[in-house]
């Protein structure tokens, strides 16, 4: 591979490379605001200035400025050479970068920090992006010092209302112009845009229009400093109290890679940021995704029903193996694509435990999608549900439907919350027996003879496989909430409840048997 | 036993002859602090004693891995909090000597002359309550009332007389006050009157002599193999002093003398206390009067150093260098420090690690008293019960130390 100098570092590159994202790669940061590996080139920011070696046999090339005299007490002529932004200056072999060894450098970037700060507010108190803010960090390291304006900041619109999901201030905004090139490049959508120049630039939507696509909230997640904030998010959470975990968003069947941000004193999450995966999400997700945490903490099935009255756990898991005990011919099992292949596989091995042959596979009705990144799938994990019964016929939903209006299906042990249809919906009431291991209220919830709380994604690690076939690992983030317990160990109550046997006895061991089938299938092991 | 109206042959008589073992609790007031002594008696001399201490442990040096840097200084105040002034300019100086930095001269004079001051006030409660513990009150009156002189002059500078969490990485909280110099040497002037008098009280009584003359005796091989070092080492009659063996601050600009025991016994102990305090105000006079009157008391680093609270107020860049300072703990550079100062009871040790983030990832204190109690049981076994108050007396085992 060939190489280029970066501070004497040889760092590796391929053609086509710009400094910075070839130190990127190298997992160099050299400080920047308006650049983002996933969008185009804008080089306004000027904050990832490098000093390129001129080539051999000439001079760099110098320019005049002033530059202050201490002893002096004035400002008096200098020369310092020109610098280039690394963002848009394509690598060549053979090139000499010198980044922090360079004093020239610091210069620049404790200049464009003062720049920037200029009439910056002071919002730290109130502003969302305190503890994950570039202002912030670049000040301290590469500034730290008071600036020399004494005059009163120019004063800009502030909390202007941009769409359903997202505020903006124009005060905090440096007009790095990523939000607008994200509208513009990824989504197709060139609903933001910039307006008047220096110090009263601003961000602006198109006349007429709000900020009302499907990826708003990558606006706010792309915003190095506080200028766009959530609605859903703000003045929520102070993001030092938060933990992440890598985790699947849930929203529908791409799988995007996130992260679930939660408060461990309280056990809340507060919200998903996307992770970047090359291979299913690059850097994005879209609302619907993001905003999918809440279904953690909203519509929470937390106590354990046999028919509507609430009783503990252990008198449910009884009144369910009750139930279950004449479960035979014309009995299902119902799998979740909501739920994670561990759950799922739990429960196939108790159907066949009790000699249940009928399988089914069901989950929430379909959406909207787009070529982006949303599959019309809203389930998460409709591929790996199908997987864990190794080859064993599945029926879906349509299926179901005839199997219960002919007669063929009596009795029903489900996992999961929705079904596709209504119609699906109206026939579970028509059944004979019920009994659901779901996390939220739904027509599966509301139709049971018995209920017991299962957890959600967000409270056990679980394997997820998405609609290209790659299973991915959602870990956990907060213990699991009321009584709701992961629908494996469910699963286990009641086989230990009716004497039976499963082919596992820890978590660890259904892990193992789910990763045999993940490997089966047409993607790698994420 | 026998009834007591009876007759009895003394040859008959039972005499138990098991030692005795008599148990020294931690609440008591001859156990400075809450130590523990287990002694077996024989009649009235100590055949073995079973030291215990760590009733005043309150996890320091774990806390200090679960807040900041700058959240240590309350930590460190409460070890030895008779001279917590000693302990702050000890931690102080060892995340400065992590960071490679130095705080400006008016600093160090002024971080001298207060810890000079708050170890004039540990000795001064040290040989005070040696001496109330022997019967003789006054004397304990008096150097409390020399104490207290020193504790209002601590409380206008820091705002508190005890533990007054002043240090900060890279300075001070605050500059000294107008008054400081002229009401420091008030102070050391009057110090010094009132330890003249308990001298001249105490020196000629007999009692207070044979109580501490010849007792609590231990080798000068024993008391550096237990790693004795301050006072306790100095009456053994070894001059090690951190100030002038491994010079810090100012203290190799300016004079003061080691005063060295030579009988290695309470009564020296108790001396070399006394003459301890007369260096530590002679000092004091000299940091008054090097001190610079103008000058920055704090470095000019904005990653250590909070800013003024009306720029904070005021301004974004204060506002954020506030913020990371607190929110996110000044920031140590990855890697490990041992630092030693001169503390009140010897050389006070800070062992840290730092993993580059604002939370320390380990802070070891050394404490000097620790040491000097792992030497309590040679100084009083083979002596009698009522030695017992003396010695332990005169070792200056502060609780809050020892144990942390």
Request: net charge negative; aromatic share 6%; glycine share 8%.
């Amino acid at each position: 591979m060939p190489t280029f100098s970066l501070d004497g570092r040889e760092i590796e590159f391929q053609p086509g490379d710009t400094v910075i994202a070839a130190a990127h790669r190298s997992g160099i940061d050299i400080p920047h605001y308006c650049w983002h590996p996933g969008l185009s080139v804008a080089a306004n920011c000027r904050m990832c200035l490098v000093e390129v070696a001129p080539p051999p046999g000439r001079g760099a090339m110098m320019l005049d400025v002033l530059r202050y005299d201490e002893a002096k007490g004035q400002y008096v002529p200098a020369k310092k050479p020109k610098l280039q932004p690394a963002c848009q200056l394509p690598v060549t072999p053979g090139l000499e970068i010198k980044s922090q060894t360079s004093e020239h450098v610091k210069e620049a970037r404790a200049s464009v920090q003062e720049m920037l700060l200029l009439n910056h507010p002071v919002d730290c108190p109130i502003c969302d992006q305190a503890g994950e803010c570039r202002l912030q960090d670049y000040w301290l390291e590469h500034n730290g010092k008071q600036k020399r304006m004494k005059d009163e900041i120019i004063h800009m619109p502030k909390a202007v209302d941009f769409g359903p999901t997202i505020v903006y201030d124009a005060e905090r905004c440096i007009v790095c112009t990523r939000c607008v090139r994200f509208c513009e490049e990824v989504v197709g959508d060139p609903v933001l845009d910039k307006r008047e120049r220096g110090n009263l630039g601003e961000i602006v939507l198109a006349p007429g229009r709000k900020l009302d696509h499907a990826y708003t909230l990558m606006t706010e997640h792309v915003c190095p400093v506080g200028a766009l904030t959530a609605k859903d998010f703000r003045f929520k959470a102070r993001v030092w109290f938060l933990r992440s975990v890598p985790s699947v968003c849930q929203g529908c069947a791409t799988g995007c890679n996130a992260y679930t941000d939660f408060d461990p004193r309280n056990q809340t999450v507060f919200r998903h940021r996307p992770r970047d995966n090359q291979a299913v999400n690059k850097y994005w997700m879209c609302d619907e995704g993001v905003l999918d945490y809440q279904r953690v903490h909203k519509g929470r099935l937390l106590e354990s029903k046999v028919r509507s009255q609430t009783v503990a756990i252990s008198e449910a898991v009884k009144a369910a193996a009750d139930e279950m005990r004449n479960f035979g011919q014309s009995s299902a099992i119902v799998l979740s694509a909501e739920h994670s292949s561990e759950d799922n596989f739990a429960v196939f091995e108790l159907g066949r435990a009790l000699g249940i042959d009928k399988v089914y596979v069901t989950g929430r009705a379909s959406g909207q999608g787009d070529s982006i990144l949303r599959d019309a799938d809203k389930n998460a994990n409709r591929a790996g549900a199908q997987l864990v019964t190794n080859g064993a016929a599945v029926g879906n939903a349509a299926a179901l439907k005839t199997d219960i209006e002919s007669g063929a299906v009596v009795q029903v042990l489900a996992l999961g919350s929705q079904v596709e249809t209504a119609e699906l919906a109206q026939l579970l009431t028509k059944l004979s027996s019920l009994v659901v291991l779901c996390s939220h209220e739904g027509p599966l919830a509301s139709a049971a003879r018995v209920m017991l709380p299962a957890s959600t994604w967000a409270e056990a690690t679980g394997t997820f496989v998405n609609r290209g076939g790659l299973a991915q690992i959602s870990e956990k983030a907060i213990t699991p909430r009321g009584d709701s317990q992961p629908a494996w160990k469910l699963a286990m109550l009641l086989a230990d409840q009716m004497g039976k046997s499963l082919p596992f006895k820890k978590g660890k061991d259904v892990k193992a048997a789910v990763s045999r089938f993940a490997s089966t299938s047409a993607g790698a092991q994420a | 036993m026998e009834p007591l109206d009876v007759e009895l042959d003394e040859t008959e008589v039972e005499l138990p002859t098991e030692p005795m073992l008599v148990n020294v609790g931690p609440a008591h007031p001859a156990m400075h602090g809450t130590v523990r002594c287990v002694m077996e008696l024989s009649g009235e001399s100590i055949r073995r004693v079973d030291v215990q201490v760590g009733y005043l442990h309150r996890g320091f040096e774990k806390m200090c891995e679960r807040g900041t840097w700058g959240q240590v200084f309350p930590y460190v105040d409460r070890c030895n909090y008779v001279s917590p002034m000693l302990n702050n300019v000890g931690f102080s100086l060892a995340c400065e000597k992590m960071l490679g930095i130095e705080v400006p001269e008016r600093c160090q004079w002024y971080r001298m002359a207060l810890g000079e001051l708050a170890r004039i006030s540990d000795h001064l409660t040290c040989d005070g309550a040696m001496a109330m513990e022997l019967g003789a009150f006054t004397p304990f009156l008096w150097m409390v009332k020399a104490r207290d002189m020193i504790w209002d002059l601590m409380e206008e500078e820091t705002g508190a007389r005890m533990t007054h969490s002043f240090g900060r990485v890279g300075g001070m909280a605050k500059p000294p006050t107008d008054q400081f110099k002229e009401h420091a040497s008030a102070v050391v002037d009057q110090v010094e009157r009132i330890v003249d008098e308990v001298q001249n009280l105490l020196y000629g009584n007999r009692i207070f002599l044979d109580r501490l003359d010849g007792v609590g005796i231990i080798t000068q091989a024993d008391a550096i193999s237990l790693g004795w070092t301050g006072p306790c080492l100095r009456a053994a009659g070894i001059p090690y002093d951190v100030r002038r063996a491994h010079p810090y601050l100012k203290y190799a600009e300016v004079e003061f003398d080691i005063p060295v025991g030579k009988n290695s016994d309470c009564l020296d102990r108790f001396m070399v206390r006394i003459e301890e305090m007369r260096e530590s105000a002679k000092i004091v006079r000299q940091c008054v009067e090097r001190m610079p009157d103008t000058g920055p008391i704090n470095v000019d680093d904005p990653r250590v150093v909070l800013p003024e609270k009306s720029q904070v107020y005021g301004t974004i860049e204060a506002t954020i260098q506030h913020f990371k300072i607190v929110m996110e703990g000044l920031k140590l550079p990855a890697g490990e420090v041992y630092s030693y100062t001169e503390g009140g009871n010897g050389e006070l040790g800070f062992y840290m690690v730092s993993d580059g983030s604002g939370t320390p990832y380990r802070v070891r204190i050394r404490p000097p008293s620790f040491l000097a109690t792992a030497g309590l049981e040679r100084v009083i076994t083979d002596q009698m019960v009522a030695d017992v108050v003396p010695c332990f007396g005169s070792l200056n085992m502060i609780g809050g130390e020892c144990d942390r």
